[in-house]
């Protein structure tokens, strides 16, 4: 008997060794870190880069710090290492199980048990996570959850765990019962949170995202609903409905709201089937089952096409849907995760064969600056849907035409007047005052001959790939010719009212022309100089779409409009002033004076008029 205690000691000891060996090897997210009594605190599973001459384009390859197994992928870009790939995984289909065999055969070893029934032979390997499940938790599969839970969203976790959901879908897909379900979204909402999804991009397998969705829309074709409706999961990043549905409703919606970047504000959609699809169901119910993922749009990768620009971003929450085969249509509601003007939506479904988003299968009916309406096509490969954010250059080509034409007349009419400006020139600045107005009109014509061709290039630039350095260079340079043009015909308003005012002191020309300068070029140099200071930190200087202005986070463009408007307020008083003087009679005038005076009246109005154009 005494013999038989010790054993059953014995065994206990090293079974409780076995476990906490275990628990070493994962790596728990929140609270203490579990290790080894004789392993050296981890330093990280991240090597920075690699140590060997970084040349453009090579590619070199660090082993994960334990106790993370794969390795890390670099590439040389610009002489620098960067990280291209990583498969550093804790988890394998051992480790999902081993705490669970552990346990049970701890929990046999009992001292009331007689020793001749206790088998100390290590548990049947397992071929696959289908297998382990079916032994230990066929039920609800719940037993994977916490392992799952307690690893870090490593690229190579994620990896695994995607193949974990695929193979899951395919082998244990048979009566998926609500707690299934669970179990299910709590395992891809760990992959899908917001802190894991940067590590998406690591991923060798781009697939990874699209066969994610693929897996999850077919598990949940499975299921079986045995209310009117139920909220089946309600996690951060996945959540699920399901309704009965039949002919005699007269139309279902399923809304449902998920948080993008850790905000607390959530982003809307909303699901319809309009009342004639329902007249096409039997007259036995049937269900529809709605998946919202708030940040799968961020990561799901489409495969390459020719004459499609890529990558192109999602502006709203994917909804997948889950409908009776009679049911061909349905209608969506997006509210924008990015609610600028610029972000034009666009209505698409995510073709699971082509692994690629199709805007063939859906139609815009409404788009305004918060949300768009869609009205799409379901099909068995087009189960899921979202909106892209100005996914194909939407050109209009009237407006197109007309721009160019446009500015292709600004720009020879004001090549002209310089030449014109250059031919007279000695015949018409005779006077101090004369000089100092065709000064101005040179430079005028020489600020918006100038901002126009800063335009043409931006806006030829902004359809192409965008360098943030060159894209700013050109905004600075439109914003600082523009507000020059609006400077230098500041001046001459000014200028017409010296000479009108002013009458018996004349300035020197050298003044007038250093004051000229510094109002037609120093004032434009000292907003746009400090625009810039003030928004590029923040990167709000320019929109994100093309090279000018910001307004929707920074109101960049108000350093371009407030002075303008300025100065356009400034000139329609310099025409009251110039029209209240010059309308004065002489004593004793005649008719065919105050003609001459009206005449003259229509002149200076006309030439403030040239000024603000």
Aim: aromatic share 8%; net charge positive.
């Amino acid at each position: 008997m005494k013999s038989q205690s010790t054993m059953i000691c014995c065994l206990m000891l090293f079974l409780t060794t076995e476990c906490s060996y275990y628990r070493a090897k994962i790596h728990i997210k929140d609270g203490d870190k579990r290790q080894h009594p004789e392993e050296k605190p981890l330093t990280g599973r991240i090597q920075e880069k690699c140590h060997g001459p970084c040349i453009t384009s090579s590619n070199c390859s660090q082993p994960c710090a334990q106790p993370f197994r794969g390795e890390i992928g670099f590439t040389c870009n610009q002489n620098k290492w960067q990280k291209s790939t990583e498969t550093c995984t804790s988890l394998s289909v051992e480790t999902l199980f081993q705490d669970l065999n552990s346990a049970s055969r701890l929990s046999i070893a009992a001292p009331s048990i007689p020793l001749r029934i206790l088998d100390f032979r290590a548990p049947e390997p397992l071929q696959s996570a289908a297998q382990g499940i079916l032994r230990n938790c066929p039920r609800d599969y719940a037993c994977i959850i916490d392992v799952v839970k307690s690893s870090e969203a490593t690229s190579g976790n994620i990896a695994f765990i995607v193949e974990l959901l695929k193979n899951i879908s395919t082998d244990l897909s048979d009566n998926v019962t609500q707690e299934k379900m669970k179990s299910y979204s709590e395992v891809a909402n760990h992959i899908l949170d917001t802190a894991a999804i940067s590590n998406w991009a690591f991923i060798p397998d781009k697939n990874a995202s699209s066969d994610l969705l693929q897996s999850v829309n077919l598990f949940a074709r499975q299921l079986h609903l045995h209310n009117a409706s139920e909220n089946i999961v309600d996690e951060p990043f996945i959540q699920t409905k399901g309704f009965h549905i039949s002919h005699n409703n007269s139309e279902e919606s399923f809304r449902f709201s998920g948080n993008m970047n850790n905000t607390t504000e959530g982003i809307l959609g909303m699901i319809e089937i309009p009342k004639h699809e329902l007249w096409k169901l039997p007259p036995n119910a049937s269900q529809a089952i709605t998946i919202a993922f708030p940040t799968l749009g961020a990561v799901l990768k489409e495969d390459h096409l020719p004459n499609v620009s890529l990558p192109r971003p999602v502006n709203g929450l994917v909804l997948s849907v889950i409908l009776p085969d009679r049911l061909k249509q349905i209608l969506l509601t997006f509210e924008k995760i990015n609610k600028s003007r610029s972000a034009r939506a666009q209505c698409v479904g995510w073709h699971s064969r082509k692994r690629r988003w199709d805007e063939k299968a859906c139609e815009k009916t409404l788009d305004i600056k918060n949300r768009v309406k869609c009205r799409c096509n379901y099909t068995n490969a087009v189960m899921s849907f979202s909106i892209l954010m100005s996914p194909i250059s939407i050109d209009d080509k009237i407006l197109d035409y007309i721009t160019c034409i446009g500015l292709s007349v600004s720009i020879l009419s004001l090549v002209l007047c310089l030449l014109i400006e250059a031919t007279v020139w000695s015949r018409v600045v005779v006077t101090e005052i004369s000089y100092m107005r065709h000064v101005c009109i040179v430079n005028i014509a020489v600020s918006l001959l100038t901002a126009n061709v800063w335009f043409i290039i931006s806006s030829n630039f902004s359809k192409k790939a965008q360098d943030h350095n060159w894209c700013v260079a050109m905004t600075f340079f439109s914003h600082f010719f523009y507000l020059s043009l609006f400077f230098w015909m500041l001046f001459k308003a000014l200028l017409i009212i010296y000479g009108i005012l002013v009458v018996f002191h004349r300035m020197m020309k050298s003044r007038m022309m250093a004051i000229g300068f510094a109002i037609g070029y120093g004032f434009p140099l000292i907003i746009a100089g400090t625009t810039v200071a003030i928004t590029v930190p923040e990167k709000g200087y320019m929109r994100h779409d093309a090279c000018w202005l910001n307004w929707d986070n920074t109101k960049a463009l108000l350093a371009f409009a407030i002075p303008a408007l300025v100065i356009v307020a400034v000139n329609l008083l310099v025409v009251l002033v110039v029209a209240i003087n010059t309308q004065r009679p002489f004593i004793g005038s005649s008719k065919s004076q105050d003609v001459a005076i009206i005449r003259r009246i229509s002149k200076n109005v006309a030439i403030l008029t040239h000024c603000w154009d």
